[in-house]
Protein backbone atom coordinates (compact mmCIF):
# COMPACT_ATOMS: atom_id res chain seq x y z
CA UNK A 1 0.00 0.00 0.00
CA UNK A 2 0.82 3.69 -0.33
CA UNK A 3 0.17 6.13 2.52
CA UNK A 4 -1.47 9.81 0.79
CA UNK A 5 -1.93 13.02 2.46
CA UNK A 6 -3.99 15.66 0.56
CA UNK A 7 -3.15 19.70 0.55
CA UNK A 8 -4.36 22.42 -0.72
CA UNK A 9 -8.09 22.36 -0.11
CA UNK A 10 -9.95 25.87 0.80
CA UNK A 11 -12.66 28.70 0.59
CA UNK A 12 -12.66 30.39 -3.16
CA UNK A 13 -15.43 32.60 -4.64
CA UNK A 14 -17.43 30.87 -7.55
CA UNK A 15 -15.00 31.65 -11.06
CA UNK A 16 -12.03 31.06 -9.03
CA UNK A 17 -9.29 28.28 -9.32
CA UNK A 18 -7.18 25.90 -7.01
CA UNK A 19 -4.81 23.57 -7.30
CA UNK A 20 -4.96 20.40 -5.03
CA UNK A 21 -1.66 18.24 -4.38
CA UNK A 22 -1.10 14.41 -3.54
CA UNK A 23 2.13 13.19 -1.70
CA UNK A 24 2.91 9.71 -1.75
CA UNK A 25 4.74 7.42 0.21
CA UNK A 26 5.59 4.30 1.04
CA UNK A 27 5.82 2.22 -2.30
CA UNK A 28 7.13 3.19 -5.68
CA UNK A 29 4.67 5.80 -7.08
CA UNK A 30 5.03 5.05 -10.51
CA UNK A 31 3.91 2.13 -9.95
CA UNK A 32 0.20 3.29 -9.28
CA UNK A 33 -2.85 4.75 -11.22
CA UNK A 34 -4.05 7.95 -9.08
CA UNK A 35 -7.05 8.88 -8.77
CA UNK A 36 -9.39 12.15 -7.41
CA UNK A 37 -12.53 11.43 -5.88
CA UNK A 38 -15.15 13.96 -4.11
CA UNK A 39 -17.91 13.66 -1.80
CA UNK A 40 -20.31 16.53 -0.81
CA UNK A 41 -22.83 16.31 2.20
CA UNK A 42 -25.27 14.17 2.02
CA UNK A 43 -23.62 12.11 -1.43
CA UNK A 44 -21.72 9.29 -2.34
CA UNK A 45 -18.43 9.85 -3.08
CA UNK A 46 -17.69 10.59 -6.83
CA UNK A 47 -15.11 10.05 -9.45
CA UNK A 48 -12.99 13.46 -10.53
CA UNK A 49 -10.14 12.35 -12.88
CA UNK A 50 -7.49 9.56 -13.21
CA UNK A 51 -4.37 9.63 -14.54
CA UNK A 52 -2.17 6.30 -15.84
CA UNK A 53 1.00 5.59 -13.81
CA UNK A 54 3.87 6.71 -16.07
CA UNK A 55 2.08 7.03 -19.60
CA UNK A 56 -0.08 10.20 -20.46
CA UNK A 57 -3.67 9.07 -20.61
CA UNK A 58 -5.88 10.82 -18.26
CA UNK A 59 -9.67 10.31 -17.85
CA UNK A 60 -12.37 12.62 -16.44
CA UNK A 61 -16.05 13.03 -15.27
CA UNK A 62 -17.74 15.40 -17.60
CA UNK A 63 -18.90 17.58 -14.85
CA UNK A 64 -15.15 18.79 -14.73
CA UNK A 65 -14.15 17.93 -18.21
CA UNK A 66 -12.52 21.45 -19.56
CA UNK A 67 -12.17 22.69 -16.16
CA UNK A 68 -10.40 20.42 -13.69
CA UNK A 69 -6.85 18.58 -15.10
CA UNK A 70 -5.18 16.13 -13.35
CA UNK A 71 -1.01 15.65 -13.44
CA UNK A 72 1.64 13.95 -12.11
CA UNK A 73 5.03 14.32 -11.10
CA UNK A 74 6.73 10.86 -10.27
CA UNK A 75 9.81 12.54 -9.44
CA UNK A 76 7.93 14.21 -6.40
CA UNK A 77 5.73 11.58 -6.06
CA UNK A 78 2.81 13.94 -6.23
CA UNK A 79 -0.44 14.13 -8.41
CA UNK A 80 -2.03 17.49 -8.61
CA UNK A 81 -6.19 18.24 -9.78
CA UNK A 82 -5.97 21.93 -10.67
CA UNK A 83 -9.38 23.18 -10.82
CA UNK A 84 -10.25 25.98 -12.86
CA UNK A 85 -13.74 27.69 -13.31
CA UNK A 86 -15.09 26.60 -9.73
CA UNK A 87 -18.85 26.19 -9.11
CA UNK A 88 -20.64 26.16 -5.86
CA UNK A 89 -21.17 22.37 -6.82
CA UNK A 90 -17.70 21.55 -6.90
CA UNK A 91 -17.93 21.86 -2.79
CA UNK A 92 -17.12 18.49 -1.48
CA UNK A 93 -14.24 16.62 0.54
CA UNK A 94 -11.53 15.71 -1.99
CA UNK A 95 -9.67 12.62 -1.85
CA UNK A 96 -6.81 10.89 -3.78
CA UNK A 97 -6.35 6.95 -4.70
CA UNK A 98 -3.85 4.84 -5.97
CA UNK A 99 -4.88 1.97 -7.52
CA UNK A 100 -3.45 -1.08 -9.73
CA UNK A 101 -4.78 0.34 -13.17
CA UNK A 102 -6.50 3.72 -14.72
CA UNK A 103 -10.17 3.25 -12.92
CA UNK A 104 -13.25 5.35 -12.73
CA UNK A 105 -14.21 2.76 -10.05
CA UNK A 106 -13.74 3.45 -6.12
CA UNK A 107 -13.92 0.09 -5.53
CA UNK A 108 -10.67 -0.55 -7.84
CA UNK A 109 -8.44 2.26 -5.58
CA UNK A 110 -6.41 0.14 -2.50
CA UNK A 111 -5.45 3.77 -0.70
CA UNK A 112 -6.92 6.52 -0.10
CA UNK A 113 -6.06 10.36 1.30
CA UNK A 114 -8.09 11.66 3.93
CA UNK A 115 -9.29 14.31 2.04
CA UNK A 116 -9.53 18.04 1.92
CA UNK A 117 -12.19 20.65 2.15
CA UNK A 118 -13.15 22.67 -0.93
CA UNK A 119 -15.49 24.55 -0.96
CA UNK A 120 -17.19 26.90 -2.99
CA UNK A 121 -19.34 30.24 -2.43
CA UNK A 122 -21.62 31.83 -4.96
Known amino acids: QVQLVESGGGLVQAGGSLTLSCAASGRTFSDYAMGWFRQAPGKERDFVAA????????IYADSVKGRFTISRDNAKNTVYLRMNNLKPEDTAVYYC???????????????WGQGTQVTVSS
Open 97 to 111: AAADRLSRLGPDYHS
Open 51 to 58: IRRTIIGT
